[in-house]
């Protein structure tokens, strides 16, 4: 018994291929699983015949659409909420961190302020010397 195409691998295809051109010229014949065709029945691992009706399966109807419950936009809700809340919580800790960080500035501003007094008060005395 041959090899049924089914069971052909892509080599054997390159391979083979005056011979693939016979057994698929007119088919007579398809497989129910992988919808091969071929000229005899044995070329295929399950078989139907064409030229036979069969009761092929209805094809599935398209899903009615989908209707979301209302605890969903309850939830939905929620979480933006909750969004809203971590946005605010998160520019207060930004409002927090720039205040600390505008009184370490001024802190520095006024130690700058104060060696600057020093400094002139040391020139001073520097230049009541020095004349």
Request: glycine share 0%; with cysteine.
């Amino acid at each position: 018994m041959p090899k049924s195409l089914c069971k052909w691998r892509r080599d054997d295809v390159v391979r083979q291929l005056s011979e693939l051109t016979q057994i698929v010229a007119e088919p007579k014949f398809m497989c129910q699983r992988c919808a091969r065709a071929a000229k005899t029945e044995q070329y295929l691992c399950h078989p139907l015949a064409l030229s036979t009706s069969v009761a092929l399966p209805v094809p599935l109807a398209l899903p009615a659409p989908i209707v979301l419950p209302a605890s969903f936009e309850a939830k939905k809700v929620k979480v933006e909420k909750q969004k809203e809340k971590m946005k605010s919580k998160h520019s207060k800790d930004v409002a927090k961190d720039l205040e600390k960080w505008q009184k370490k500035q001024q802190k520095a501003e006024k130690k700058l302020e104060k060696s600057l007094v020093k400094y002139e008060k040391i020139q001073k005395k520097i230049s009541e010397y020095v004349h």
